[in-house]
């Protein structure tokens, strides 16, 4: 409920959401590129959630990370312009596959915003996730990205 309201004041957009016991369905009302934004992370949060929902039941535990739980810190990592489809990968693979390897959420810029990920988590998990980043910046580009203050909140 909170979240979506967030998120139709970042991308001034209206977010029908679908009733309980129906189909998944949101239906996003605005200009084009706000509702493309609306729309990726709508579908990111939903990946995320799936990826608890099969990690509680391979383990049997009611575990999992979720955006804003007690205890959980956000921060935001600037990379270039020009590597945001690399750290996202193919059909968002590489994000996906530091999501789950630090137990972290990360919300992906879009084209028309500044180049941050925004990284969600405990901690220790959203510092991997940012040395997750950098390395991956690193190793692909031959050049190391300069660690600066400006990237937390």
Same mark, same amino acid.
């Given at each position: 409920?909170?979240?979506?309201?967030?998120?139709?004041?970042?991308?001034?957009?209206?977010?029908?959401?679908?009733?309980?016991?129906?189909?998944?369905?949101?239906?996003?009302?605005?200009?084009?590129?706000?509702?493309?934004?609306?729309?990726?992370?709508?579908?990111?949060?939903?990946?995320?959630?799936?990826?608890?929902?099969?990690?509680?039941?391979?383990?049997?535990?009611?575990?999992?990370?979720?955006?804003?739980?007690?205890?959980?810190?956000?921060?935001?990592?600037?990379?270039?312009?020009?590597?945001? +489809?690399?750290?996202? +990968?193919?059909?968002?693979?590489?994000?996906?596959?530091?999501?789950?390897?630090?137990?972290?959420?990360?919300?992906?810029?879009?084209?028309?915003?500044?180049?941050?990920?925004?990284?969600?988590?405990?901690?220790?998990?959203?510092?991997?996730?940012?040395?997750?980043?950098?390395?991956?910046?690193?190793?692909?580009?031959?050049?190391?990205?300069?660690?600066?203050?400006?990237?937390?909140?």
């Amino acid at each position: 409920g909170c979240k979506i309201k967030a998120l139709r004041a970042k991308t001034n957009t209206y977010i029908k959401t679908p009733v309980r016991g129906e189909e998944p369905v949101f239906m996003v009302t605005g200009r084009r590129e706000d509702v493309a934004t609306a729309r990726r992370e709508i579908i990111s949060a939903a990946e995320h959630f799936s990826m608890i929902r099969a990690s509680r039941n391979k383990s049997g535990a009611a575990f999992g990370v979720a955006p804003a739980l007690p205890g959980q810190v956000t921060i935001r990592v600037r990379v270039p312009y020009r590597v945001v +489809g690399l750290v996202v +990968g193919p059909k968002g693979a590489t994000i996906k596959r530091i999501q789950q390897q630090t137990n972290t959420y990360i919300i992906t810029p879009s084209r028309d915003r500044d180049p941050v990920f925004e990284i969600t988590g405990a901690p220790g998990n959203v510092e991997r996730a940012r040395e997750e980043i950098e390395t991956h910046i690193a190793v692909r580009t031959g050049k190391i990205l300069e660690y600066n203050n400006e990237n937390d909140f």
